[in-house]
């Protein structure tokens, strides 16, 4: 995990304080900064492993700076294709290969990623992320002149700032800005590279000749690259963090945690998770979440976002990664699995559903309220409210684009950097993407049975994920409006309760972090 800044010396007096104070939460162990051509390079870095010298940043050489946030998982394929068996650090790997090939080598590059390139003859700034916008990073352009930053948080005390209105009103209804927006107007995040070109199509024959294109070999080589020094995985009764678990459980320094919240039996997914664990023979243990929508945890949770997050189970997640921090400094999770591998049911029933919201608010909600009363079970009610409580469901498109980037991996990001552990995804690689892209056409079960694949492995390795429904947990909103002051005004009222909640996050966040015009 780090933190990338970049500002205009003559705007040290804003930047120069507040700025580097957050850049700092997202790298607690190294901290560096330099000027080049007016501007400040800031760069702050939370250390895994190895010497601190190794990827110390900014990179400066005559003709570029270089700054990176992320990881790399295939670095011993990149250094062959550079042919530079004596790197060792990413950062160094990504420089190198960048100096040598240019920008059409980060195609090929494996894993989370935040890249900033300024050239020193030209004067521009050249800005990469990874293909599904794991690591944040956002922009904002004022004629020639650019702030840069790993953290929406920065721009927000700033006088001219304005909010996007369009983009308030998608956070609201959906959880989420779309693709490059921001609630800021003139603030954008920076896009997704594509997966695509020599590069990557050198790493793909890279792994084909490594796994005869077999995806239970190409979740083994991925898994080789993330032996980590005592490491956490979040494990639920599902089949993402299952399939992450099987494959990590070679390694003898990694231990499961499962979530169980005071009052959801219903819901209780522990007991199913501490089977996958014994039958990996990983060690397990239940973390325990009580009331986490008291004011003073809301508040807290909400002023370590590096951006509003529209998901009201970010207060469990924070808890219960903070609990996790006093051990572990990197935590695996089964994130990305479902955008990958198909595995919403909306993707398979995606007609109904796009019928279902095209039907007017007021009829659906409707439709809502007659159906709670009737509906007993909680995760179906839930359900319920997510099918009935958007104007519009989101496609598979949609989801890679906005829904993954801007929010699932937005509220890891936040409540990871902020507790000193850096959080991993791997089943977000573009190995995987790539191999079922291109293969689930052919696999016609997969519409009866989502995420097949995926089972069969888990099956023959004796773990049966196929007759047990993954129910997930659901939120005690009720709990939530009677702990915390609610905005009460006639704009909110016609709105869920997800997305009365979401109008209550969006305003905390902006209130705590310096927003200084009305809301």
């Given at each position: 995990m780090c933190g990338i800044l970049i500002f205009r010396e003559d705007n040290s007096d804003f930047f120069g304080n507040k700025g580097i104070e957050i850049i700092k939460q997202r790298g607690p162990d190294q901290f560096n900064k330099i000027t080049v051509d007016g501007y400040v390079f800031c760069h702050s870095r939370l250390i895994l492993s190895g010497d601190a010298k190794d990827g110390c940043q900014p990179i400066k050489n005559n003709d570029y700076v270089f700054l990176f946030n992320g990881e790399i998982y295939n670095t011993e394929y990149l250094k062959i294709l550079i042919g530079r068996n004596d790197l060792v650090s990413d950062t160094s790997i990504l420089f190198e290969g960048f100096l040598k090939f240019g920008v059409s080598f980060f195609s090929g590059c494996d894993g989370p990623f935040a890249i900033v390139v300024y050239d020193r003859k030209s004067k521009e700034f050249l800005l990469f992320r990874d293909h599904l916008g794991e690591k944040p990073l956002f922009y904002r352009q004022c004629d020639k002149n650019y702030v840069i930053s790993s953290d929406l948080r920065v721009f927000s005390g700033l006088e001219s700032i304005e909010l996007n209105e369009n983009s308030v009103s998608s956070f609201i209804e959906n959880g989420f800005c779309r693709k490059e927006e921001t609630i800021f107007s003139h603030i954008f995040r920076v896009s997704p590279i594509i997966p695509d070109g020599f590069f990557y199509q050198s790493y793909e024959s890279f792994v084909k000749s490594s796994c005869s294109n077999s995806l239970s070999a190409r979740l083994k080589l991925l898994s080789g690259n993330a032996d980590y020094e005592n490491s956490a995985i979040?494990?639920?009764?599902?089949?993402?963090?299952?399939?992450?678990?099987?494959?990590?459980?070679?390694f003898s320094n990694?231990?499961?945690?499962?979530?169980k919240i005071s009052g959801d039996s219903y819901n209780d997914e522990t007991e199913m998770a501490r089977k996958t664990a014994e039958k990996l023979k990983i060690p397990f243990e239940v973390i325990n979440i009580d009331n986490v929508y008291n004011e003073k945890t809301v508040k807290e949770t909400i002023s370590c976002l590096s951006e509003p997050v529209g998901d009201p189970g970010i207060f469990n997640q924070y808890e219960c990664i903070k609990k996790i921090s006093k051990n572990h400094k990197v935590v695996f999770v089964g994130t990305g699995g479902d955008e990958i591998f198909c595995g919403y049911e909306r993707y398979r029933f995606g007609f109904f559903i796009t019928l279902m919201s095209k039907l007017p608010f007021d009829m659906r909600q409707l439709i809502l309220k007659i159906s709670i009363k009737i509906v007993k079970a909680p995760l179906l009610r839930e359900r319920l409210r997510k099918l009935l409580g958007f104007s519009k469901v989101t496609d598979i498109v949609d989801d890679r684009s906005s829904y993954l980037p801007n929010q699932l991996f937005s509220s890891f990001d936040s409540i990871t950097f902020i507790n000193g552990v850096e959080a991993r995804a791997p089943l977000t690689s573009i190995m995987l993407r790539s191999f079922w892209v291109k293969n689930k056409i052919k696999d016609i079960l997969h519409y009866i049975v989502l995420k097949l694949p995926l089972k069969m492995i888990l099956f023959k390795s004796g773990i049966n994920t196929f007759f047990k429904k993954k129910r997930g947990f659901t939120n005690n909103y009720e709990m939530f409006f009677n702990d915390n002051k609610f905005i009460n005004s006639k704009d909110v009222k016609n709105l869920t309760e997800v997305q009365r909640i979401r109008?209550?996050?969006?305003?905390?966040?902006?209130?705590?972090?310096?927003?200084?015009?009305?809301l």
């Open positions: 979040l494990l639920s009764s599902g089949v993402d963090s299952s399939i992450v678990a099987l494959y990590l459980s070679a990694i231990k499961a945690y499962s979530l109008a209550y996050i969006i305003e905390q966040w902006l209130k705590q972090n310096g927003y200084r015009k009305n």
